[in-house]
C-alpha cells in the first residue's frame, strides 16, 4: 500500500514525502515502517456491547514499537502522531496500528496488558512538541560524529552505531556494538557534560546494527532484517552442509559479518528431499570393490561414488540405482560395477540459446573484429578498373619496343577503346586520369628518346 505522498501531481511529477526512501506517513511499510500492518478489521464493526479495544501499537525510530494505553479516550486513529510517556519527561511517536489487531501483536509479544512496559498516551502532538522532536532528530548526526571522537579518545573497544533522541530533547539513547564487557561509565560523564542530556547506553548485536543501518546484500535486494524479517533464528553452517553448499565465509557471511539468514529459508525443503536419499557414510560393494560417497545433485537425483583404490575417477548413478545396490549389499550379494551402472544414465540434452522471438545471438561479439584500414585497403585493390592497369602495361612496353613491334601491334584489337565503348561518358573520363599521369612521367623521363604518342 502506498500513501498519497507517493502520487503523482497534475503535471506528473512525483511528490515523494522528502524521506530518501524510507516513509515519511508510516503507510507504505518500507524503511522506518518495515513492520507496518494493515488493519483488515478496520471496515468491521463490533458486536453488540463490547468496547473498543484501549491499547495501541506506537512506532518510533527505525521500526522500534511499543505498545501504549489510551486512558483518556482520546480519538486516535492510525497515522496520528501522539506525546507517550517517557523516561523521564514524553516522547513523540506515531501510530502504527489500532484495534483488535493490537491483541494479536501483544500476544505474540508475550506482553498483557497490565504489563508495566504499557505506559500511557498524553495527548495528540502539538505543532510545537512536532517542532522540538523535528529539532531534536536534526542533532542526531552530529551527536553521533562527536560521540564517536570521544569514544576514540577513550580508546574503548567499541563501535556507536547509532543515536536516538527522545521526542522532549531531554535524552539520547546511544545505540552500539561491542565483542566483550566494557566498561563506559567515564564515556557516560563525557557524553552528558559535552551534549547536556540524560545519557543511556543499549547494547545491540551484529544482526540488529545491520538491520537499523540497512544495506543491499548479495543478491542485489535490500536486506531482508531491515525490510521484513522480525525474528532472527540461529543459523549454522550445518544450513550450509544440507544445502551442498561451499563453506566459503566470505559467500555465507552477510552484511553484519554473520551467517547470511536465507541459509534458513529453503532448509525445510532441503530437509524433505534428502529423507529419500542414503546416508553419506554408507560404503557400496561392488565386484570391481567398494565405493565411497563424493556428492549429489538433490534436484536431479544424482549421486557420484567413486572406488576407494581408484579415486581418480567419479561415476555418476542416479538414486534408483543406489537404492537397488543398496538391497543387494544388504543380502550379501555384490552388484556390478559402477561402469555398467553409468552407462545405463541418461543425461537429459542440454539445451542451447533458441531464437524464438527474434533475438539477436548470445555469441554475436565473440568474433574478433577486423580494423576498417585493413577492410578499406582490401575493397579498394578489388575495385581498381581493368583499363588503368593495362595503360600502365602499354605504357611500360611502348617505350622500350621497337618500331617493328608497333606495326605488329596495329592490327590488334585495343581492349581499352572496348571497354569504353560501351560506358558512359562521365566513366570514361575517371579511367583516364591514370593514363594522363604516366605520360606525364614518360614525357619527363630523359633517358626515352622516343615520344610513345607521336
Sequence with gaps: MACGSCGTTENGVPRGCKSNGNCGTGTCGSGSNKLAVFDWLSNMTLPSGQERFNIFEIRFKNGRKHFYKNVDNLPITMGDIVAVEGNPGHDIGTVSLAGELVKVQMKKRKITEDHEDVKKIYRKAS?????????????????????????????????????EYQGDGNKATFYYTAEARVDFRQLIRDLASAFSIRVEMKQVGARQEAARLGGVGSCGRELCCSTWLTDFRKVTTSAARYQQLSLNPLKLAGQCGKLKCCLNFELDTYLDALKSFPKQDLVLKTEKGEAVFVKMDIFKNHLWYTYKEERFKWFRLTLEQVLEIIELNKNNEKSATLEEYESDVVLPEKVDFEDAVGQDSLTRFDAPKTSKRRRNNRNRKKKKPLDAVASNAASKTNTKRKPQAKQQNKNKPNPRKQNNTNKPKGEAKKTNKPRRNNRNRTNNNPKNGNDSEK
Design 127 to 163: 505543532q510545537r512538541d512536532i517542532d522540538v522532536w523535528q529539532q531534536a532528530r536534526a542533532k542526531e548526526e552530529e551527536t553521533q560524529r562527536r560521540g564517536r571522537e570521544i569514544l576514540g579518545r577513550l580508546g574503548l573497544q567499541m563501535k556507536l552505531s547509532d543515536v
